[in-house]
C-alpha cells in the first residue's frame, strides 16, 4: 500500500518570501512522485515528477523539489513566493499498484502575503 | 477545446435523485479515472478503467456507477444522490505522457 502525507494544511507566506510545502510518502517499491497545482476552478497542472532519475527536479513557475529516500520526503520549495503563486498543492505516489493510479495527498492551500 | 472535458462544470441536484456526470478525452488514452476532492482529503479515487471492457473499483466507489462508453468517454453515475456526495468531481485520463485531468464537475446535493 501506499500513502501521502502532506504537513501543513493552509501555508501562508510574504510576497518574496521561500515557499516550502511538505510531503511524506510510504510506498513498498521505489515511487514516482507528483506534485500538483489546482488553481480556484481548474483542474490540476503537473508542477513537477521525479521518476528515479535526479534526487532533484525542477519544474515550472520556478518550483523544485528533492527526493529524500532516507526521510521518504519529496518536499517542494521555491525561493521567492509571487502573487500568482497562491493555489492548493497537491503532493501524489504512483507506485507499482495495478493500473498505476495516483495517490494523492490532502492537499495544502498557499497564500501568499503582499 | 479541453484534452479532458467534463460536464456539466456545476450542478445542484435533490436527494434521491439519479445523475450521470460526463468525460470525454482526446487524448487517445486507454485508462481514465474518477476521483472526488473533499477539503483536507486531497483526491479519492472512486472508478479506474483500463479499457473499454475493463472497469475497476477504486476506494470510494459504493453509491458509484460507470460506463465506458467508448474509448473516449467515461461517465459516472450517482443512482440515488444522497448530501455527503457533495463535492468537487475530476476525471482523468493516463498514457505513456502521463495523466491529464478535467477542470472538474461541482456537485451540490440538497
Known amino acids: 500500500a501506499q500513502s501521502v502525507t502532506q504537513l501543513g494544511s493552509h501555508v501562508s507566506v510574504s510576497e518574496g518570501a521561500l515557499v516550502l510545502l511538505r510531503c511524506n510518502y510510504s510506498s513498498s517499491v521505489p515511487p514516482y512522485l507528483f506534485w500538483y497545482v489546482q488553481y480556484p476552478n481548474q483542474g490540476l497542472q503537473l508542477l513537477l515528477k521525479?521518476?528515479?532519475?535526479?534526487?532533484l527536479v525542477k519544474g515550472i513557475n520556478g518550483f523544485e523539489a528533492e527526493f529524500k529516500k532516507s526521510e521518504t520526503s519529496f518536499h517542494l520549495t521555491k525561493p521567492s513566493a509571487h502573487m500568482s503563486d497562491a493555489a492548493e498543492y497537491f503532493c501524489?505516489?504512483?507506485?507499482?499498484?495495478?493500473?498505476?493510479?495516483?495517490?494523492f495527498g490532502g492537499g495544502t492551500r498557499l497564500m501568499v502575503k503582499p | 477545446d479541453a484534452d479532458v472535458t467534463q460536464t456539466p462544470r456545476n450542478r445542484i441536484t435533490k436527494t434521491g435523485k439519479r445523475i450521470m456526470l460526463e468525460c470525454s478525452q482526446t487524448k487517445g488514452h486507454d485508462r481514465m479515472y474518477w476521483y472526488r476532492q473533499d477539503p483536507g482529503l486531497g483526491l479519492r479515487l472512486i472508478y479506474y478503467s483500463f479499457d473499454v471492457k475493463d472497469i475497476n473499483k477504486g476506494e470510494i466507489s459504493d453509491g458509484y456507477s460507470v460506463s465506458r462508453q467508448a474509448q473516449a468517454k467515461f461517465s459516472l453515475s450517482l443512482e440515488s444522490a444522497i448530501p455527503n456526495q457533495t463535492a468537487l468531481y475530476f476525471c482523468?485520463?493516463?498514457?505513456?505522457?502521463?495523466?491529464?485531468f478535467g477542470s472538474g464537475t461541482r456537485l451540490t446535493v440538497v
Open positions: 501524489a505516489v504512483r507506485g507499482n499498484n495495478a493500473g498505476n493510479m495516483l495517490t
Open positions: 482523468a485520463s493516463s498514457g505513456v505522457d502521463g495523466y491529464t
Open positions: 521525479y521518476t528515479s532519475a535526479a534526487t
